[in-house]
């Protein structure tokens, strides 16, 4: 059944667009009705129609919201979509004659700070974010040690393309020959295009199965979030043509002339880059941007088995035993590999170490103390 209004109409009639609202891309973040976290992880697709929540593995469509997040209890998806229906023909919902002059003063600014969902080709992305690799000098001393914690060599982290963003200038100006249209972390004022440096920390290329860089994502240091997507930041009256973040599969490791069988699986892409190189090269990567952020893997697999690969090892953190949001991930991750027709297995180590890139850290180093090396 097609429907005359979208998702954001649909939470409005939940009554979930009147507490904290975040927007970032076509996404309309609050906190989340179902598990009560007091985050804003709970994100809206404006675009697509869709929602999901990262911290109780929860997601669906805008029926599926109206059901679980109804204002009188959860009910079931055909009376939803009844009585969402129904509420849209007679006019009884929370329209434009219900609600109060705020209230539509709100909902519009939401709509307004929500971008459009065009996302550049990713040979412009690529193109976009090496300029601005190339462009940045290097990396801070911070940034470089704790890289070096990790693991890695300087040939790994200059193979890998870590730069950090820590500009000094209150703007960074894209160079006009530049076409940054629709590439997430570029945004115009007064005529110009910027780069977003609202935040700083270390930047991560996640790279196609063909090298291209289609995202950035960012390792910060001192607040609450650790890792979040380069992005062009709200919409605001001196912020205009903002882009989406798209979340994309890093490939490490993989070699087109030498297709392997077998695949590593983790989340996160500096994991993925340091389990790599701690291995030596001997262990090829996939990385989704998050445990329960399987955007593209699907598409990423399927690549992969055309060209011969057959096993898939999941190679997720160790506190998949009690966390459930990790196992939910987990379980999803499977099943987008077994219906490919992609043998699965599970790669467990010692629970001292929660990632991959920690357990090998540490076999990395008790090798060198048995041979004497270290």
Request: glycine content about 10%; hydrophobic content about 35%; proline content about 4%.
């Amino acid at each position: 059944m097609g429907f005359p209004f979208g998702i954001l109409w649909a939470a409005e009639q939940c009554g979930l667009l009147s507490g904290k609202v975040r927007t970032s891309g076509t996404e309309v973040n609050i906190s989340c009705p179902l598990c009560g976290d007091k985050g804003t992880h709970f994100a809206i697709n404006v675009a697509k129609d869709t929602w999901n929540c990262p911290r109780c593995g929860t997601g669906g469509g805008l029926i599926d919201l109206y059901a679980r997040c109804h204002p009188d209890g959860p009910t079931d998806r055909k009376s939803a979509a009844r009585e969402l229906f129904q509420m849209w023909e007679s006019g009884h919902g929370m329209d434009e004659t219900s609600k109060s002059a705020a209230q539509r003063r709100r909902l519009e600014a939401i709509k307004e700070r929500t971008p459009s969902d065009t996302i550049a080709p990713i040979e412009r992305r690529d193109a976009a974010y090496r300029a601005l690799l190339n462009y940045l000098p290097g990396l801070t001393d911070e940034h470089e040690q704790n890289l070096r914690e990790r693991g890695l060599t300087y040939a790994d982290i200059e193979r890998l393309g870590f730069k950090s963003l820590e500009a000094e200038k209150k703007y960074l100006l894209v160079p006009k020959t530049l076409d940054t249209t629709d590439v997430a972390g570029f945004y115009t004022k007064s005529g110009h295009r910027f780069v977003n440096i609202d935040n700083k920390g270390i930047l991560i290329p996640y790279q196609d199965l063909f090298g291209r860089i289609g995202m950035l994502e960012m390792r910060m240091f001192g607040g609450k979030r650790r890792y979040l997507r380069f992005s062009s930041g709200n919409p605001s009256e001196e912020r205009s043509e903002c882009s989406k973040s798209v979340s994309t599969i890093h490939h490490v490791g993989i070699d087109l002339k030498k297709p392997p069988s077998k695949v590593y699986l983790t989340e996160g892409g500096l994991k993925a880059d340091v389990a790599n190189a701690l291995s030596g090269g001997t262990m090829p990567f996939l990385a989704m941007a998050g445990v329960n952020n399987p955007c593209g893997l699907k598409e990423a697999l399927q690549d992969l088995e055309s060209i011969g690969l057959k096993t898939v090892i999941m190679a997720f953190d160790m506190d998949l035993y009690a966390n459930p949001n990790v196992r939910k991930g987990l379980e999803r991750a499977v099943t987008v590999a077994r219906e490919i027709g992609l043998a699965v297995k599970f790669m467990r180590w010692n629970l001292n170490y929660k990632g991959i890139d920690d357990y090998l850290l540490a076999k990395y180093h008790h090798s060198l103390e048995d041979s004497g090396a270290a």
